[in-house]
């Protein structure tokens, strides 16, 4: 029959409905294998008008892994509902199930035991890898490196893949100015010109040149949007901001994700001039899918079409469904309410068929374009899966990664690279030894106990003496996913083993910061020191022996002031994933030279965030005069970070020079600005030239500078490069209170340098 079935399809539609009697069982994938020279548009018709209402409602259901998929059929129960809805093709997505054997699992129930046969789309958090790690988002920001994020999003999405997901919830492009809010560690930090180019990167790479690669998975771009600006700092609190903030800061680093051929968006969490994103029609029909004409699929943030009750937004489930559907979310991830109330909404008026059928088309296309027609088992293969996971290849590119992403806050005296022999080194701090914090937040399918520690890695360098003592416990008790850290905030019983071995040291390497743990969804901090007894662990250290390396593991931007006062070396090395202590070793020893910049500002107190470089000039935005209060100012700190933006050092020096402008706007829309880059020190290095701009008097007043241009350079010792940097109509210009973009004419200032205290300027006119 099935061979019959599919000469029929190919031959003539009339047939189809003469051959099937009501057993459509594979239907949808036969259809999409008769013609390889097909439209998927086609496809997608041809399929839709054979679906049930409930069918088309189905695809836009998605569940989470339900049940032990390689275990008993639940019998009763939600489980059980779940599962027949399942059986009878009313799921289109599932998250979380992973792993070849249990993905066979249910694909192989949507494929060949519902009516239609629709494969189902795989979903995952793969943030920052799969089940080897890459550094955090934040800290692969800090290297600006695009091909080498891009690489890591690659190699993430291959082992994703080899275990049978085929869509990533990533990349999250929420730009954010405000450290305590935890899941800055997701994000490319403050920056939204370096945050737009970092999301095509991480398109790019997860879904490569051709997403039906068995290698490719499909992207998201999230949370749309303005969830990064959630008051307070709060994870999921409400964000408040005019529209200028919203299309020049907010907005274009999704629609380059959208550019750039991202598949997939997640709307947000926060409400935005009093609407829930879920249900904002201006957010997701009016600006993505109509003014930026996106065709794949918005996928609900994690029941956040119910929470729309909860906002105070809709009186109950029923019309959160509707608000929902009407507004363009295309999938309800996890709260069941499109699959109980979209039928009935349908048949009452109080939704339209054609917003279910756009929807349905947009997840269907996406399905297609992976390839899950035409083989729906093509990601299950088990030889594969055991090849790919863990590989050389994987653990290569996640320790480039990491040793590109730590950031050289300070070196006085040139303490660092440390010698490899002949010296007494004591390490210090519990992080030193963990092989779990390392491997930081949004780690699902990875294993405990798997980085490898800054320990391990120092003791691979065996030409000098080291010992090691914990000083304390950072976290105490379990700190699973969803679990809050028990931070040790009173433990010092270990402090004295830890002064004794500083004494006898000549170099005290301490690793302190957060756990794991402490950064990431939900994990919003008031208090950006370091967590529990480790400020008075440094200080006592301190007290003993002034040679001191600090090594800071964290997610976020940290205020260090004292650190900074008092420790002579530095050196921000985040949460860098599996090959953590090998990264952190190899660039204290000086195996690889620094060079990567900070992606987000750091404070000198808590109290200075929301801070951030592009900031706008105030009406007094400097002192007037002597002993005068009336200016914007704290009384009890300055307005300076503690560490800028782009701010990095490297075992080397850089010099700029020479700083050209060619003003030719007039006859190829173009500003050509040129530098010259000198390696004044001994080691060949890398540094970051980044070009920020001005825009003096505007019809809607600018920040005092943007990054609009940067590149990535390594020079040998004294050896002399010149940079040029194009600025086109895309870096001059701005979006105005409407949405619209213009080139406005005038006076520029033009800034460059390795951080956004630069230390060349000059001026043109447009």
Excluded at 100 to 117: F, M, N, P, S, Y
Excluded at 214 to 227: D, E, M
Aim: with cysteine.
């Amino acid at each position: 029959m099935k061979i019959i079935k599919y000469y029929v399809l190919v031959l003539a539609s009339f047939l189809i409905t003469s051959c099937n009697n009501g057993n459509e069982k594979n239907l949808a994938l036969n259809t999409t294998t008769t013609s390889k020279n097909s439209d998927i548009e086609t496809k997608v018709s041809d399929l839709l008008a054979k679906m049930t209402l409930e069918e088309k409602i189905g695809q836009m259901n998605q569940y989470n892994g339900f049940w032990d998929v390689t275990g008993p059929v639940p019998e009763n129960g939600d489980q059980a509902k779940k599962y027949e809805h399942l059986r009878k093709g009313y799921v289109g997505s599932m998250l979380n199930v992973r792993g070849v054997k249990d993905v066979r699992a249910v694909q192989k129930i949507a494929v060949e035991e519902t009516r239609l046969g629709i494969p189902l789309i795989i979903g995952f958090d793969v943030i920052h890898g799969y089940e080897t790690l890459s550094p955090i988002p934040l800290a692969e920001s800090a290297s600006w490196d695009l091909e080498a994020i891009k690489k890591s999003s690659e190699v993430a999405a291959k082992e994703a893949a080899a275990a049978g997901i085929n869509w990533t919830f990533a990349p999250m492009v929420d730009i954010s100015r405000d450290a305590r809010w935890g899941r800055v560690m997701e994000g490319a930090g403050e920056d939204t010109y370096l945050g737009s180019k970092i999301a095509i990167a991480r398109v790019k790479g997860f879904q490569s040149d051709d997403l039906s690669s068995h290698f490719s998975i499909a992207a998201c771009a999230k949370h749309f949007a303005a969830y990064g600006f959630a008051e307070a700092g709060r994870d999921y609190n409400t964000a408040d901001v005019g529209t200028s903030t919203l299309n020049n800061i907010i907005l274009p680093p999704f629609k380059v994700a959208k550019e750039a051929g991202v598949r997939t968006f997640m709307n947000s969490f926060n409400e935005l001039n009093g609407i829930p994103a879920t249900g904002d029609k201006y957010l997701q029909r009016d600006i993505l899918k109509g003014k930026w004409g996106f065709d794949g699929f918005m996928v609900s943030d994690w029941g956040s079409i119910t929470e729309m009750i909860a906002h105070g937004y809709a009186k109950d489930g029923k019309q959160a469904a509707q608000l929902a559907v009407n507004a363009g979310s295309d999938m309800d991830m996890e709260s069941y309410l499109y699959v109980e109330e979209l039928a009935g909404l349908v048949n009452e008026g109080k939704v339209d068929i054609k917003l279910i059928d756009d929807a349905v088309s947009r997840i269907l296309r996406v399905k297609f374009e992976l390839g899950l027609f035409d083989d729906p088992y093509k990601y299950l293969n088990e030889t594969r899966e055991k090849q790919v996971m863990g590989s050389q290849e994987i653990h290569d590119a996640v320790l480039d990664m990491a040793k590109k992403s730590i950031v050289l806050l300070k070196n006085e005296n040139n303490l660092l690279p440390l010698q490899k022999e002949g010296q007494k080194i004591a390490v210090i701090g519990a992080l030193a030894s963990d092989k779990t914090s390392p491997l930081g937040s949004w780690r699902i399918a990875a294993k405990d106990s798997t980085a490898v520690s800054v320990l391990e890695g120092l003791n691979q360098y065996s030409g000098n003496t080291i010992t090691y003592s914990k000083g304390a416990d950072v976290a105490l008790g379990k700190t699973e996913f969803a679990i809050e850290v028990n931070i040790n905030n009173t433990d010092k019983s270990e402090f004295a083993e830890a002064i004794n071995n500083a004494k006898q040291a000549d170099v005290v390497i301490m690793v302190l910061g957060e756990h794991g743990y402490q950064s990431g969804e939900g994990r919003s901090r008031t208090d950006l020191g370091l967590p529990g007894v480790q400020q008075q662990l440094l200080e006592e250290v301190y007290k003993v022996n002034k040679n001191i390396v600090l090594v800071l593991n964290n997610g976020r931007p940290l205020t260090i002031t004292w650190a900074d006062d008092n420790i002579p070396a530095i050196v921000e090395a985040w949460q860098l994933g599996t090959q953590s202590g090998n990264a952190i070793a190899q660039v204290l020893y000086g195996d690889y030279n620094p060079s990567g910049k900070l992606p987000m500002t750091f404070p000198r107190h808590v109290g200075q965030v929301p801070i951030y470089y592009n900031y706008k000039s105030t009406g007094r935005p400097t002192l007037p005069g002597k002993d005068v209060v009336f200016w914007s100012h704290y009384q009890d700190e300055t307005n300076d970070p503690l560490y800028a933006f782009g701010h990095g050092l490297s075992y080397t020096t850089f010099e700029y020079s020479n700083l050209k402008i060619s003003n030719t706007f007039s006859n190829d829309e173009t500003i050509k600005v040129s530098v010259d880059l000198t390696n004044t020190g001994k080691l060949k290095g890398k540094e970051v030239v980044q070009l920020y701009l001005k825009d003096v008097f505007a019809s809607v007043t600018r920040p005092v500078k943007e990054l609009k241009g940067f590149e990535l350079v390594e020079l040998n010792p004294n050896e002399t490069k010149t940079i040029q940097l194009v600025l086109t109509k895309a870096e001059l210009g701005f979006y105005n209170n409407q949405g619209e973009f213009n080139v406005e004419t005038g006076d520029f200032e033009v800034y460059i340098g390795g951080s956004s205290k630069t230390v060349l300027t000059d001026t043109f006119k447009l």
